[in-house]
Structure formats: C-alpha cells, structure tokens
C-alpha cells in the first residue's frame, strides 16, 4: 500500500493542504516547502500523545524529551497529529516525535511532509513503517539525526 495524494484541512484559517506524490504540497494554491536551513537551536520540537502499550517504554519517551530539551528552543505536547504536521509543513516547529501508529492519523500529514522537504525515520533510525509507533518527522537530516542520537543514547 502507497500514499500518492493526501488532504489536510484547517477550519479556522480555512487553509486546505494539499499534496499529489511528486507534485509537492499546497495550501490554497500556494505551494510550501519546510524550511531546511533552520537549527533546532531556533526551533520547536513536538511531541505527540505519550503511550503506555507500546514498544518503547514509557519512561523512556520522557526521557527522550528531556534529553531534547537543550537541543531545541521550545517543547510543545499539541495532541493532535494533523496539527503536529501542520505546524511542520508551516515552518513553526522543525520536528515532530509521534507515537501515535495508527495510518489515519499519520498517512495524510507525513505524506505531505515528505512532499514539503521533510526526512524521517524510527525514533533508532531504521526506517519508517505504517502502524509501529515511534515516528520521527524533521526539517532536515540534522535535525533528525539529533533526535535519533539522543534516543539511542538512552
């Protein structure tokens, strides 16, 4: 199973994201690409809904964040994946751990980050499979391999 199209849509600002697989990603016409110069020094780093039943031990996702802490200007828990993607596609946060593993809440906003610039793996940096959590998105690689590094260091 491929993504080859994904839609997000925001109500508030009615800004509808779209992506067609090797077009690139839109919203209202306008087309967005992250912004891969940016330091996570300047930047926020999301964090998605901590879970309990999964792999990757609770205490260990705290721990990752706090270990994140120096690494990146802001931390912020949103609660939402289409939010989380969105302020990724946006330019208003250069990366996102996301333990959420269902495909409905990562498919559409992960396939548009791919087609705004963004890399991602695992959390260890394997590479990323449907429906196993521990997703890492990020702006750039550098970005992402700080995160990686600091979770395999733990």
Known sequence: TEC???YLYFPVPKQLVSAVK???AFCNGRRLMVNKEQSSKDGM???????GNIDIPMDKQFDLVKA???VF??????GAACVDFGELIYNRALANICYYHH???IAPGLFIAKECGC???FVD?????YGVPGLVVANNQETLDKIVSAYKKL
Request: proline share 3%; no cysteine.
């Open 4 to 6: 080859v199209a994904a």
């Open 22 to 24: 090797g077009e690139g």
């Open 45 to 51: 780093l999301l964090i998605s809904d901590y879970y």
């Open 68 to 70: 994140l802490q120096p």
């Open 73 to 78: 200007l802001k931390t912020r828990h949103l």
């Open 103 to 105: 495909i409905w809440d």
């Open 119 to 121: 890399v991602y793996s």
């Open 125 to 129: 940096g394997e590479e990323y499979r």
